[in-house]
Nanobody
Framework: EVQLVESGGGLVQAGGSLKLSCVVS????????IGWFRQAPGKEREGVQC????????TFADSVKGRFTISSDKSKNAVYLQMNSLKPEDTAVYYC???????????????WGKGILVTVSS
């Protein structure tokens, strides 16, 4: 059974940092592309960053360039999203998702975690 479980969310002040984790079971992180998406209240789910063994990392959201970093750890079968210099507009539910290929469209990803809330206070 494929499962993706996010952790590491919470409340942080603007300018602070959080590191999200996505632990995967049912396949290895080398076999699939793993992406982070986020959905703010009243907005569509947007692709943030994605990582795959074949293509490395890709950033989809211009607003996070230079602040967020995606990485993977095969030994832990996990993917991480290091978020620095957080802004109130980063407040959203963050999801990790898996598919054979990276996509910045939610419909392009096959498996999903349940999501985790990140709140950035001003």
């Amino acid at each position: 059974e494929v499962q993706l479980v996010e952790s590491g969310g919470g409340l942080v002040q603007a300018g602070g940092s959080l590191k999200l984790s996505c632990v995967v079971s049912g396949f290895t992180v080398d076999d699939y592309a793993i992406g982070w998406f986020r959905q703010a209240p009243g907005k569509e789910r947007e692709g943030v960053q994605c990582i795959s063994k074949m293509d490395g990392s890709t950033t989809f959201a211009d607003s996070v360039k230079g602040r967020f970093t995606i990485s993977s750890d095969k030994s832990k079968n996990a993917v991480y999203l290091q978020m620095n210099s957080l802004k109130p507009e980063d407040t959203a539910v963050y999801y990790c998702a898996a598919d054979p290929l990276c996509s910045d469209y939610a419909a392009g990803m096959e498996y999903w975690g349940k999501g985790i809330l990140v709140t950035v206070s001003s």
